[in-house]
């Protein structure tokens, strides 16, 4: 098959602030530029986000202006018709709508790729939380067939669509999140919220929401009987002021640091007793990786998404059930004690998702692959 190498390879998502999607966009980007001569454009509702300074230089972020993406459609057909990219990939679910719209508006000038990153989950909530759930999924049903490919970070994810009625395995790949391993040289900037001198301490990386279970974390945490032990969460949201009253109530305030969003997280995680993904569901869970290239113990919920996957059934971490704090805390005893798998074998793993790794395969499998019988 002929590549125009003059076409860019094009990547659409709102903005690059923090996030786990955000992240794979720029991970792509920035290792792509080694494995093709295409352009690399990476297309912004509004150009903004931490992440815009982690991308290379030669990596051209086009700033549609429109500041969200529900306001994309027009000016992301333009760029569509305007550049000629020879692919789209967009990512989160609602954004995919957004761009199979666009590309429709447009006349479907290039090839479009859709990356669907969150199990579908089963309704529940309010009435109105309902709705806005069903919606979303009838649009998927209906939009993510006219995609010329869909990629899904994990066999569950994947399983979870077709469970939804959302019919596309014959054009599907399952293809894991890429991630970048930080050096092992970086020390952390500072660890001054931590007492001197620096006790030991187990670490949780991810925004303070509903579907992280830092509540059962601190529960499991105040089950533990290492009165020595601290518990460090990297990330912040609007949990916070309930988390921090659950650990006064807990009796273990004095012994939880929660020190907001840190720029080297990994750095602080390789100083750690043990990394614990106490998750309800998960998209994928990068941080799990990452905390896997560390080489510590790992503990992780057996939660919807990837953990069982990246751990393959627990041989490089113990995985425990969700919303169960008990279990947690035996895991986090058990991995501080007689973790699984070894140094060696989980920095194995991680280099199972290494970028250049990843990007291989969505070059090879959805990218730049116009017959569907190269899908598996």
Not at 301 to 329: F, K, Q, W
């Amino acid at each position: 098959m002929h590549i125009d190498t003059s076409r860019p390879i094009a990547f659409f998502i709102p903005a690059l602030n923090g996030g786990g999607a955000q992240k794979v966009v720029v991970n792509l980007a920035n290792v792509l530029p080694e494995l093709t001569d295409c352009p690399i454009h990476v297309v912004l509702a509004r150009k903004e986000g931490e992440f815009i300074d982690e991308l290379r230089s030669d990596v051209q972020v086009i700033d549609l202006a429109t500041k969200r993406a529900s306001r994309s459609f027009f000016a992301l057909a333009r760029y569509m018709r305007r550049h000629k990219p020879q692919v789209l990939m967009s990512s989160m679910n609602y954004v995919n709508i957004i761009c199979m719209l666009a590309a429709l508006l447009a006349k479907r000038p290039c090839r479009i790729v859709l990356r669907e990153a969150t199990v579908v989950l089963p309704h529940s909530g309010s009435l109105f939380v309902r709705f806005r759930k069903n919606r979303l999924i009838y649009l998927m049903r209906f939009f993510y067939p006219l995609a010329d490919a869909i990629i899904a970070n994990s066999q569950e994810t994947l399983n979870s669509m077709e469970q939804a009625g959302i019919r596309v395995r014959n054009k599907s790949a399952v293809i894991g999140n890429p991630i970048t391993i930080p050096p092992r040289d970086i020390e952390p900037r500072s660890l001054e919220w931590l007492p001197y001198p620096r006790p030991p301490f187990i670490c949780s990386v991810g925004r303070l929401a509903e579907e992280k279970g830092y509540d059962t974390l601190l529960s499991a945490f105040a089950r533990l009987q290492n009165g020595r032990l601290h518990l460090v969460i990297l990330g912040e949201g609007e949990l916070r002021e309930s988390l921090t009253r659950q650990a006064e109530e807990l009796g273990i305030k004095e012994r939880v640091h929660m020190p907001g969003f840190v720029q080297n997280p990994m750095a602080v995680v390789r100083n750690a007793e043990a990394f614990v993904l106490s998750s309800r569901w998960e998209g994928f869970g990068n941080v799990l990786v990452e905390a896997l290239a560390t080489g510590i113990p790992v503990v992780s919920t057996d939660c919807p998404g990837a953990p069982r996957d990246i751990l393959e059934n627990g041989t490089h971490g113990h995985l425990v059930p969700y919303d169960d704090p008990d279990s947690m805390a035996e895991g986090i005893s058990r991995a501080l004690e007689h973790p699984a798998g070894t140094p060696e074998s989980r920095t194995a793993r991680a280099a199972d998702f290494s970028a250049e790794k990843i990007a291989r395969e969505y070059l090879d499998r959805a990218l730049l692959q116009y017959q569907m019988r190269f899908f598996k």
